[in-house]
C-alpha cells in the first residue's frame, strides 16, 4: 500500500493527513475519488442535476447546518434552490481526497476543501471556510455512486486542539 501525504495549514498550525491510498484496481477508491472531483466540477458549474447524479436514488445527505435530504431526489431539489441562489457565485477548490475500500463494493472518502463565503437566505455573510466531507460510495449494477454524504465547516480554533496532533508516534 502506498500512501500519498498533503500538508494542510488551518489556523495557522500545520497537519499533515492521508491524501490517499493507492489499492488494487476495482477496489472503489480510484473510483471514488473520480466521484469527488466530478461532484465538486458539478458544484463549481451549480449544476444541481449532475451533482444529484452522484448519488443513488436511496442516498441521503446531511448539508453543513445539519439538513437531511433523504433520496436523490431531495438532494437535487435542495441543491437545484441553493446553487441558483446563495451559492450561485460560490466555488469550492479540492484540498485532498482521503480514500479507502471499507467493504467489498464500498469505499469511503473525507474529502478536506475550501469553500468560497456566501450570504445565507437570511442575510447572514459567511466567511471563506474549510469544509470536510464524508462521502459513501457503493457498487451496484457495475457502476460506482454516493450512497451518503455529510458536509460540516472545520473550526480552526477546535482543530488547533485536536488531541490527535499530540498523539505519540
Given at each position: 500500500m502506498i500512501e500519498r501525504r498533503a500538508l494542510l495549514t488551518?489556523?495557522?498550525l500545520a497537519m499533515t493527513g492521508l491524501a490517499g491510498t493507492a489499492q488494487a484496481a476495482?477496489?472503489?477508491v480510484a473510483e471514488i475519488e473520480a466521484l469527488v472531483k466530478s461532484l465538486l466540477a458539478a458544484w463549481n458549474a451549480t449544476d444541481a442535476d449532475a451533482y444529484a447524479d452522484h448519488f443513488?436514488?436511496?442516498a441521503s445527505?446531511?448539508?453543513v447546518v445539519g439538513m437531511?435530504?433523504?433520496?436523490r431526489d431531495q438532494v437535487a431539489f435542495a441543491h437545484r434552490l441553493f446553487l441558483s441562489t446563495i451559492f450561485k457565485d460560490c466555488k469550492q477548490t479540492l484540498v485532498s481526497i482521503e480514500a479507502r475500500a471499507v467493504a467489498p463494493g464500498v469505499a469511503l472518502a473525507v474529502v478536506t476543501m475550501i469553500q468560497d463565503a456566501y450570504t445565507t437566505p437570511d442575510g447572514n455573510r459567511m466567511p471563506e471556510a474549510h469544509d470536510r466531507l464524508s462521502l459513501t460510495a457503493v457498487q451496484?449494477?457495475?457502476r460506482w455512486l454516493l450512497i451518503h454524504g455529510h458536509n460540516t465547516i472545520i473550526n480552526p480554533q477546535a482543530a488547533n486542539n485536536d488531541p490527535v496532533l499530540r498523539m505519540p508516534h
Amino acid at each position: 500500500m502506498i500512501e500519498r501525504r498533503a500538508l494542510l495549514t488551518m489556523g495557522g498550525l500545520a497537519m499533515t493527513g492521508l491524501a490517499g491510498t493507492a489499492q488494487a484496481a476495482g477496489d472503489g477508491v480510484a473510483e471514488i475519488e473520480a466521484l469527488v472531483k466530478s461532484l465538486l466540477a458539478a458544484w463549481n458549474a451549480t449544476d444541481a442535476d449532475a451533482y444529484a447524479d452522484h448519488f443513488w436514488p436511496d442516498a441521503s445527505w446531511v448539508n453543513v447546518v445539519g439538513m437531511h435530504w433523504r433520496g436523490r431526489d431531495q438532494v437535487a431539489f435542495a441543491h437545484r434552490l441553493f446553487l441558483s441562489t446563495i451559492f450561485k457565485d460560490c466555488k469550492q477548490t479540492l484540498v485532498s481526497i482521503e480514500a479507502r475500500a471499507v467493504a467489498p463494493g464500498v469505499a469511503l472518502a473525507v474529502v478536506t476543501m475550501i469553500q468560497d463565503a456566501y450570504t445565507t437566505p437570511d442575510g447572514n455573510r459567511m466567511p471563506e471556510a474549510h469544509d470536510r466531507l464524508s462521502l459513501t460510495a457503493v457498487q451496484r449494477e457495475g457502476r460506482w455512486l454516493l450512497i451518503h454524504g455529510h458536509n460540516t465547516i472545520i473550526n480552526p480554533q477546535a482543530a488547533n486542539n485536536d488531541p490527535v496532533l499530540r498523539m505519540p508516534h
